[in-house]
């Protein structure tokens, strides 16, 4: 029987393991994708937000403001990209002005540090991207980007380092409350015992609370979409720009860099049947680029390499649900997780963790806990310490993705960490092979190729993503119509 057994593993999830790997506790995550990260961690703003939004008193805003603290540390410990920026929301009339001050108001409220207002000249002087229309900005110096995949991974894999188990492909369809008083829990095909059960189920979390009788949760997801645009774009700003909120509360477009180099654009956010409708919507999607131009004017939307949607995991609760249900003892909610959920997740993980404490989890510190994971980026080594490298193992002298200049080295080291990745997009998550201009047009067949050969199954079983997302369908020749 486990300790605690966590539904999901999006970067809630993956916190939450990281989080009780650091104690004498068995734990298990059943997540229903075939990978870690691959909900809505998967396509988000990639932000950690400074915390001037929150509403002052909420949720949101403690464990945001302490979620960024932590996550300066965790990267640092687990090799995650992570990159100090500041944002600004910007103003161009006299209703967002007064926007501004309200949310500046919060943000000193929120202990958010080194807020503050500026005008015209010093904006585009700290960021000469912006629109030189603008009346006054709102500057954050403590907001960041990162690589909310990797951010995931590197949890969720140091959890299983740690004595965790992950089992992928498990979706959860029945948690029963047994009289000795533990949980029964069907996941695919398989019944696990816990005392504990977290819900860390993201946009299908009032889908997980209703398996123990809760229908008090309304899901009400917003899917939201993104352009991606080429490296050449990626240095058009240093900063995470926003517009003011609008009459309704919606925090609007926002342009950032990325931690790759690219620049994002959006989201939208319209109401969508359930968690899984990602798809992009053309008319919707166009419309991005008209409110990207009214940020940053220099933006040159010809160079859109990609566009994705996400889906923001809300509820009729209009904060974080963090709590021990109450009609179900020994089961924690971890609900409507929705922004600033990336910035707030390892704060959300800890504040489980005294969940589970309060309702008799004991809490005994590993003593040997490894809190320390490396990972070798051949783009990013000097070219002696690429030579040195080549010279042990001479796959990280082949390369791969010629636009992320990523080798074969990485790839097969990716493929042979604590938790296997058995899709191309998942190498992509975790070494950025088909993340460049090309979108894998010229990588993707060699990483299908290196899966098939270190996983020893064959290319017909070589998955693109998700569940059911086949490249191949059938073979035109056996090996012997080669003359081999």
Excluded at 88 to 114: C, M, S, W
Excluded at 437 to 456: D, K, M, S, T, Y
Aim: hydrophobic share 40%; with cysteine.
């Amino acid at each position: 029987m486990y300790d605690v057994l966590i539904v999901g593993c999006g970067v809630v999830g993956a916190a939450m393991a990281y989080e009780l790997s650091r104690y004498d506790l068995s734990v298990c995550v059943c997540e229903r994708s075939n990978d870690v990260a691959n909900g809505v961690t998967k396509a988000n703003s990639a932000i950690l937000h400074a915390g001037f939004d929150c509403p002052v008193g909420s949720l949101e805003a403690r464990l945001n403001v302490e979620g960024v603290r932590l996550a300066k540390e965790i990267c640092e410990k687990l090799d995650v990209e992570r990159r100090e920026i500041p944002s600004f929301v910007i103003a161009f009339n006299e209703r967002e002005r007064k926007e501004l001050d309200a949310l500046y108001e919060r943000g000193i409220a929120n202990g958010v540090p080194g807020v503050r207002i500026v005008g015209p000249e010093e904006a585009l002087a700290l960021e000469p991207g912006l629109n030189p229309k603008l009346i006054a900005a709102l500057y954050a110096p403590s907001s960041a980007i990162i690589n909310p995949w990797e951010y995931a991974i590197a949890m969720a894999e140091t959890a299983v380092t740690n004595g965790a188990e992950v089992r992928l492909c498990s979706p959860v369809t029945a948690i029963e409350k047994v009289p000795e008083g533990h949980f029964k829990v069907t996941a695919g095909t398989d019944v696990y015992e816990a005392k504990y059960v977290v819900n860390a189920g993201g946009a299908f979390s009032a889908d997980v609370y209703r398996l123990v009788g809760g229908n008090d949760l309304k899901q009400t997801n917003f899917c939201g979409q993104y352009y991606v645009l080429d490296k050449n774009q990626g240095k058009l700003i240093n900063s995470v720009i926003f517009p003011c909120p609008d009459e309704h509360g919606f925090k609007g477009v926002l342009v950032a860099p990325t931690v790759h180099g690219n620049l994002i654009v959006g989201p939208d956010s319209y109401v969508v049947e359930n968690g899984d409708c990602v798809a992009t919507v053309s008319p919707l999607l166009e419309e991005l680029q008209e409110h990207g131009h009214r940020s940053v004017p220099g933006i040159d939307f010809r160079q859109i390499i990609h566009e994705y949607a996400g889906v923001r995991p809300n509820t009729q609760i209009p904060d974080f649900v963090i709590e021990e249900s109450r009609i179900c003892p020994h089961f924690i909610n971890l609900a409507g997780i929705k922004s600033p959920g990336l910035s707030s997740a390892p704060a959300i993980a800890k504040e489980g963790a005294k969940l589970l404490e309060g309702c008799g989890l004991v809490l005994n510190e590993k003593k040997n806990f490894i809190d320390k994971r490396k990972r070798i980026k051949f783009r990013e080594l000097s070219r002696e310490e690429q030579e040195k490298i080549i010279s042990q193992n001479p796959l990280y002298g082949r390369v791969i993705c010629r636009c992320e200049t990523v080798t074969e080295g990485e790839i097969v080291e990716a493929i042979h960490r604590p938790i296997q990745p058995r899709t191309i997009d998942a190498i992509k998550r975790r070494c950025n092979a088909g993340m460049g201009r090309c979108q894998g047009g010229f990588c993707g067949p060699r990483v299908h190729e290196i899966l098939a050969r270190e996983l020893n199954v064959s290319p017909m079983d070589i998955l693109m993503d998700e569940q059911g997302t086949f490249l191949l369908t059938s073979p035109i020749k056996e090996a012997d119509d080669y003359g081999a």
